[in-house]
């Protein structure tokens, strides 16, 4: 019943065209099976092992997320059943994408990765470099993945102008990129920014999809 009460508290704060990633990485199953039955269907993981145990025990529907740093010789294992990959942080990587899901001739969601905070310690593009990938259009020539958009984490820092300028200047990028890159792509349409500590802003400026794990499971159940 928590699960479900914080599911419905979170996504009614959400306008029109906002959607909800549970975060469940280091989760069981049967907590998980909690946040199904309350309706919810999109779920996030960050290590290809454990995605790839819930995904053969979990119900059909659920739609997997990979949100966590993703090594190239580990695609394959995820490419027969992923969702959407939010990571994607190099050009050699998304290459990589397109290269095993031709295999299994499937056409992968993917958002590319921009590094907006200030912690080294985070993955990406630089705004510039994203934006010089995107305009090049040579992901074009890559036809078994899709952009369908970009992903930011903030820095985690208590200073909220600082976590504002950083999803304004992702939404500023994605909103260039789809008048200039991706007009005939309507599959351009998603910015996946915001975490339990910051979602209200994140969604403020423009998220489509918020990756939210310990307001709705609480502190991870394993490591």
Known sequence: MEV????????????????????????????????????????GESKIQELCAKEQSLPADIQWHFIGHLQRNKIKYIVPFISLIHSIDSV???QEVNKQAAKKERIIPCLLQVHIAQEETKYGFSLEECKQFCMRKEWQDLENIEIHGLMGMATNTKNQQQVEQEF?????????????????HAYFKELSMGMSNDYPLAVAHGSTLVRIGTSIFGKRAYT
Do not use: D, M, W
Not at 15 to 36: C, D, F, M, R, W
Not at 172 to 180: D, G, M, P, W
């Open 168 to 184: 304004e200047s992702l939404h500023q990028l994605f909103c260039s990129l789809k008048e200039s890159c991706f007009q005939e």
């Open 92 to 94: 050699q990587l998304l």
């Open 4 to 43: 479900q009460e914080a599911i419905q508290k979170i996504t009614s704060q959400f306008p029109n065209g906002v959607q909800l990633v549970a975060v469940s990485k280091y989760h069981p199953k049967e907590t998980i099976l909690e946040a199904y039955e309350a309706g919810q269907r999109i779920f």
